[in-house]
């Protein structure tokens, strides 16, 4: 079954810093999203991505979030001046095209540690 | 905005019991999505239902769609240990796009 990856596996940073979160998406797949689930929680959703735009973004992803697709199989999500709460798994997802309810292959997720 | 709340949040089991646990959104939902999390891994999608009242068969687990399609349920029929994970709903809203609205989840321990 094709998968999504994602960079790095674990992140530790300081207060304030900014980090790079990386995913490369299934390859045929046109819709991105990036999801946290903060520890012993629910996954919540951040944002979605499409056609080189954000498609939709929810009340958490402020200004120190953006994202990206520098290339043909990157997607990124910087968050530019990491906060304590940061801290959580990020996960990436990708599907095929923007009809709602196609399936969301999910990433392996990122765990980051702001300390 | 949209909330989507599963009970219950806990289940012990003991191996060879049943589970069920139950989803219900406060709007209506195009479809509803079922993932399994497994400690320490990613969501991982087990089902998706469409229409209103239906109702499909994995193996040992059966998942019902409301007829308002407001609600959901995941049945585990003789749980086993491989069974142990956290049960997530999750819908998109019926007039929104494909962000996914997830339960909080029941987190399923089975005693073998």
């Known amino acids: 079954e094709p998968e999504v990856t994602q960079t790095p596996s674990h992140q530790v940073t300081q207060m304030g810093q900014e980090v790079i979160l990386r995913c490369v998406p299934i390859?045929?797949?046109?819709?991105f999203y990036w999801y946290r689930q903060i520890l012993g929680q629910k996954v919540e959703f951040l944002v979605s991505?499409?056609?080189?735009?954000?498609?939709?973004k929810s009340e958490i992803f402020d200004d120190q979030f953006s994202v990206e697709r520098p290339d043909g199989s990157n997607f990124t999500l910087k968050i530019r001046s990491t906060k304590l709460e940061d801290s959580a798994m990020y996960f990436c997802a990708s599907s095929r095209d923007s009809r709602t309810g196609l399936r969301q292959y999910f990433g392996p997720g990122t765990r980051l540690t702001v300390t | 905005g949209q909330q989507v709340m599963q009970i219950p949040q806990y289940q012990h089991v003991q191996e060879g019991e049943d589970f069920t646990t139950y989803c219900n959104s406060s709007?209506?939902?195009?479809?509803i999505q079922w993932y399994k999390q497994r400690p320490g891994g990613h969501p991982v999608f087990l089902i998706q239902l469409v229409k209103s009242g239906e109702v499909k068969k994995q193996k040992r687990l059966t998942f019902q769609f409301g007829e308002a399609k407001k609600n959901s349920s995941l049945h585990i029929t003789a749980t086993q240990t491989t069974d142990v994970g956290t049960y997530f709903c999750a819908g998109p809203r019926e007039t929104s796009g494909s962000r996914l609205t997830f339960g909080e989840g029941t987190q399923l321990t089975v005693n073998p």
């Open positions: 390859s045929n797949h046109l819709y």
């Open positions: 709007t209506t939902l195009s479809n």
């Open positions: 991505f499409y056609n080189n735009e954000i498609s939709e």
